[in-house]
Structures are given as C-alpha cells and as structure tokens.
C-alpha cells in the first residue's frame, strides 16, 4: 500500500522559513516523479512544485519560484519542500503526491502551514 | 495558463440520481485531464486518468468522457458516499492546473 505521510509544518512569521518533508513507503520512491500541492483554507486545489524521479528536472508555479525548493533523497525514501521568504499567502495545507504522468496518484494526509505574525 | 472552468459550483442531487459534472479549458488540451474526489477533511483522491480510463480500486460508477476543450465526469446512480467536491486537472502544459471544483450535495 501507497504511503506518503507529511511533517514540519506549523506556525511561521511572515518573510520566515519552514522545511516541509514526506516520507514515502509501499513503492519504488526512485521510480517516480513526486510534487507537492496545496490548498488554502476553503479554497481550492494548487500545484506547487514537481521533481524528476533521478532529480534531474524541478518544476515551480510562478508565484513561489526563487523562494521555494523541492529535493528529494532516494535512498531515504523522502521528499522535501524547502520554505524561504514565506507569505500570508502561502498559507495552506500542503499535499505531497506521487506524480506520474503528470497526474498526482495518491496523496499524503497533508500538513497545515500558517504564516501569520 | 490553461484555465479550467468547472459547471455547476454546486450540484444538489438524491441519491440515485445519475449525474454529468463539466470541465471546460481554456484552450485545448487533447486528452490531458484528470478528476479527482475530495471528501470533507480528506485528501483528494484520483478517480479518472486522460479523460476517461479507469483507475483501480474505483467503483465503475464513475466515468468520463472529452477531448479538446469540453470534459465530462459522470456518475450513474449517486450513492452517499459519492456526495463530496470534484477537480478537474489538466496536464497539457505547465503550470499544471486545477478547476475550481464541483460540489456535489444532497437534496
């Protein structure tokens, strides 16, 4: 069974950082491309970033290039979201989901991340 | 950016019913599209890949159909479990979007 399940988020000030991980358990990590999505509160779904299963190629939306890195450890079975200048805006659960074919197959549990003063 | 437009915002059926929910994008994207079910306080969950195959584990009540600009989900005979918000995702370019969502309630 699939398994991908989320830590690190929290509260955080605004223009601070925050390190998001997914542990990920019931397939071949390695064989695939992984992302991370979000949702802010009420709203609606939001790609965020995309790796490559070798880590060859990251992907962003506009509004978090420069501030946001995806990264992944293979051997580790782990993904990472690293969270720098963060923004009210920015608030959100964020999703990791294994990713092929460009579709997101299944989802973690989600971790909330509220950036507010 | 491909923008997907979902119809309605709200849909208020009985169970039993059967339904057809609406995707359209703003430009075409031949068969790139992806539904996915939400229930309340839960992770989204995928339910028809590439506009209409099928995905293991989900009950074949579920359909879809569409190519281009206009994409259909079709649920035939809503159960009670089925009553939740839906996703459209296109994965024709990036950045990779989603509509804004179908909710699906009882009458």
């Known amino acids: 069974e699939v398994q991908l399940v989320e830590s690190g988020g929290g509260l955080v000030q605004p223009g601070r950082s925050l390190k998001l991980s997914c542990a990920a358990s019931?397939?071949?990590?390695?064989?695939?491309?992984m992302a991370w999505v979000r949702q802010a509160p009420k709203k609606g779904l939001e790609w965020v970033a995309t790796i490559s299963y070798d880590v060859s190629s990251t992907y962003y939306r506009d509004s978090v290039k420069g501030r946001f890195t995806i990264s992944r450890d293979n051997a580790k079975s782990t993904l990472y979201l690293q969270m720098d200048s963060l923004r009210s805006e920015d608030t959100a659960t964020y999703y990791c989901?294994?990713?092929?074919?460009?579709?997101?197959?299944?989802w973690g549990q989600g971790v909330m991340v509220t950036v507010s003063s | 950016d491909i923008v997907l437009t979902q119809s309605p915002a709200t849909l208020s059926v009985t169970p039993g019913e059967s339904v057809s929910l609406s995707c359209r994008a703003s430009q075409g994207i031949t068969t790139s599209i992806h539904w996915y079910q939400q229930k309340s306080n839960e992770s989204p969950r995928l339910l028809i890949k590439f506009a209409s195959q099928s995905i293991s584990g989900i009950p074949s009540r579920f359909s879809g159909s569409g190519s281009g600009t206009d994409f259909t989900l079709s649920i035939n005979r809503v159960e009670s479990e089925d009553f939740s918000v839906y996703y459209c995702?296109?994965?024709?370019?990036?950045?990779?979007?989603f509509g804004s969502g179908t909710k699906l309630e009882i009458k």
């Open positions: 989901a294994r990713h092929p074919g460009s579709r997101f197959d299944s």
């Open positions: 019931g397939f071949t990590f390695s064989d695939y491309n």
């Open positions: 995702q296109q994965s024709y370019s990036l950045p990779l979007t």
